[in-house]
């Protein structure tokens, strides 16, 4: 149980362009998306948070006009990389939260974005 | 702030052997820690996580150690396979809210 499945798990894409990654929870509902960024030999790095039916909170230094989170139910939320540019080439990674105080995290398998 | 780190960036251990990895913390209030494996090119895989009303977690090969007096962690494996090879994070979190990760630990298995 408690599955999230990250779409597309590869992407290339043109400067200037703008990329959509999902990621939908198969088997629960996702009160929470976290959505991270990892860059080569680093670790993950938080983006932003999402809650269903709010807007998303944003990490300090991360554009929120660049990168829109939309968590419109509580079974998919989908992070769209606007204007794309090389730097933002990078693993993008959703951590859904799941349940209440027993509850836990279920990863996506992340999306690899490759900008040129 | 809060921080989660590792003591040692890479780890090489004879296949069969056991390993620990560590983790040091600073949030003492942290009630929830993860520990993940990535595999190169691949995304984070989930190992095992532990709560912090215990101290010791047990799962298939590997074994969770939780010490909040100094606001340790640690990761266990057992007889450890080529398979094992990967970057280790852990993680940690606070009243639910967002997993903070460490720096990762790099483990190479010798054949």
């Known amino acids: 149980g408690a599955v999230v499945s990250q779409h597309p798990s590869r992407v290339i894409c043109k400067s200037g362009t703008s990329v959509k990654i999902e990621c939908r929870s198969l088997?629960?509902?996702?009160?929470?998306m976290f959505w991270y960024r990892q860059f080569p030999k680093q670790s993950l790095m938080l983006m932003a948070t999402s809650n269903e039916g709010s807007k998303a909170t944003y990490e300090q230094g991360v554009e929120k006009d660049k990168f829109l989170i939309n968590h419109a139910s509580l079974t998919l939320s989908t992070l769209t990389v606007t204007s794309a540019h090389p730097e933002d080439s990078s693993f993008y990674i959703c951590i859904a939260r799941w349940g209440g105080g027993g509850g836990g995290y279920t990863f996506g398998s992340g999306t690899r974005l490759t900008v040129v | 702030g809060e921080s989660v780190g590792l003591h040692l960036p890479t780890l090489s251990v004879q296949e069969g052997d056991n390993s620990i990895i560590n983790c040091a913390y600073s949030n003492s209030a942290s009630d929830y820690f993860i520990w993940y494996k990535q595999e190169s090119g691949k995304g984070p895989q989930f190992i095992i996580d532990i709560r912090s009303n215990m101290d010791k977690r047990q799962g298939q090969r590997v074994t969770v150690l939780l010490n909040k007096t100094v606001k340790h962690l640690s990761l266990q494996i057992a007889a450890t396979q080529p398979g094992d090879s990967a970057v280790y994070f852990c993680?940690?979190?606070?009243?639910?809210?967002?997993?903070?990760f460490g720096t990762g630990t790099r483990l190479t298995i010798i054949p």
């Open positions: 088997d629960f509902q996702a009160t929470t």
């Open positions: 993680a940690e979190n606070f009243g639910n809210e967002k997993l903070t």
